[in-house]
């Protein structure tokens, strides 16, 4: 089973930035069907970003043009590049495949307060 560890999170500001890493026990996990979700308290998980084999990349329409999803294969890490946060945007983030049934990590926790 493969392991997932993010990192990156924290307090940050409005307009401010963050870089969350997503590390994978298993070599090539990343190169495949991956991507980025977020759980605000209280909420559904969704979807934020995504990132296919062939390399082709999707946002959430709330996300496009601040978040970059991308990936170093041979560190078996994913990453987000967050931009011009947003309060909004605050929530627990967690890394995994929308075409798999790996566990769940533990998530990292991304706060945007003034």
């Known amino acids: 089973q493969v392991q997932l560890v993010e990192s990156g999170g924290g307090l940050v500001q409005p307009g401010g930035s963050l870089r969350l890493s997503c590390a994978a026990s298993?070599?090539?996990?990343?190169?495949?069907?991956v991507g980025w979700y977020r759980q605000a308290p209280g909420k559904q998980r969704e979807l934020v970003a995504r990132i296919t084999t062939n390399g082709t990349t999707n946002y959430r329409q709330s996300v496009k043009g601040r978040f970059t999803i991308s990936r170093d294969n041979p560190k078996n890490t994913l990453y987000l590049q967050m931009n011009s946060l947003k309060p909004e945007d605050t929530a627990v983030y967690y890394c995994?495949?929308?075409?798999?049934?790996?566990?769940w990590g533990q998530g990292t926790q991304v706060t945007v307060s003034s």
């Open positions: 995994n495949s929308p075409s798999s049934t790996v566990s």
């Open positions: 298993r070599s090539g996990f990343i190169n495949g069907h």
